[in-house]
């Protein structure tokens, strides 16, 4: 583990944390002598790094490969309206560094990948998962489990927020929760809208579990899953288990080590502002809209120049995909058109899914039309 440049607590800095008995000099100590990895410097990342660098934890490091965009700013605290166009990692190392000259901070402005996660993580001993795209999401928690470090995963949609916690071999992981291919995919990312308060609630959590773990002091959140619902203001909180099944921490792991092909990587998710974009673009020639969703589903209504292959069918079927194609994968609400695309990039193949389906698609552009379709028997 790295050592911050100083580990000797400013005590002026720090008196109400050094004033509480389950801190104290000590317990600043090791705040001051731990390292913790943000992993997405947004929503989420902005108050996360943001409270860990208050609290006094030595060495923060953030990944983040995306620029400032003006979109950002109603939830992204860590920068200003003059930083619009900045690269995210740099821009808040140099914010927190203002907050705390002492700390140790560091800007990885990459795009985390199988080829790098591990030599990230290597470096720190908690990671926080501020990321929104599900792929991302199961790498992060595999390279925890393989590399046994500490999680903090959360993850925000609209005015809803979910929190847990994983610590290696003390309780079930981020898979267990949600099995690849399982319909209670979290929703992804921000891009279909968010209450920009939303991560500030579910981000300070991240912030307030990471310190528990470094001091090992209170219950963090394991096996639980904490539901936060910013417009009833309530906390629900669901109980799970690891499963014995579990495809990275179950009794017999099929994920025994990161593979740098791994397939995940070429999925790419469009939202459907993106995907309209696109099919405007001139590219279209070299997209294929494929829905596979059921018969019944496809039958009410679907997006215009679309093709139908029930996901069950897919694997017989994929032929139907030219060569010269990137499917996009459509269906109700983006989790049976995900799977689509890890079956598909499983062969080797690019694929896109339409984040949030056709739900999604309809809460921007409208329902799409029921086509009169004289071939219906
Ligand atoms: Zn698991």
Redesign the pocket.
Known sequence: MQIATSTEPDRARFARHIALPEIGIEGQRRLASASVLVVGAGGLGSPAALYLAAAGVGTIGLVDHDRIDISNLQRQILYTTAEVGAGKAATAAARLSSLDPNLRIIAHDVKLTAANVEALFSQYSVILDGTDRLAVRYLI?DAC?LGGKSLVSAAIHRFEGQAMTYVPGKG??????YPEGSDALVPNCADAGVLGVLPGVMGSLQATEAIKLLLGIGEPLLGRLLVYDALSLSFDEFRFQ??HD?????DAPTITQIRPEEPLSKITEWTPQQLAAELKSGREDQLLLVDVREPVEWAAGRLPGSVHIPLATLPHRSGEIPANVTPVFICAAGARSMAACRWFAGQGREAINLSGGVGAWSSVFGAPPAPDDHHHH
Do not use: D, E, S, T
């Open positions: 928690n489990v079930p992981c981020y898979r267990c929760l690891r499963r579990c495809a990275v921490c179950g």
